[in-house]
């Protein structure tokens, strides 16, 4: 899940090389999810994560709860 590989590396390159994809497609997750969301899941610049928001942490938190699911999913799919 990209939320969670992001805030466990700190970083959108390290996540994206966690997952085997690459950083524009972790990049182009994340802000997706922002979009539609309507809020920032990190603080960050255009070079560094700094840290999940107060929504990215509960991101996070529901995402990790749901990680015996999608990481079931990545194994078929790692796009996901």
Known sequence: VPVVAVAETGGFRQAAQRRG???PTIGARIRHLEAVWGVRVF???TRRVIGPSDQGEHARGY???CAP???KMAVDDPRL
Do not use: G, I
């Open 63 to 65: 995402a990790e709860s």
């Open 21 to 23: 994809v690459s950083q």
């Open 69 to 71: 699911d999608t990481e």
């Open 43 to 45: 603080h960050r610049t």
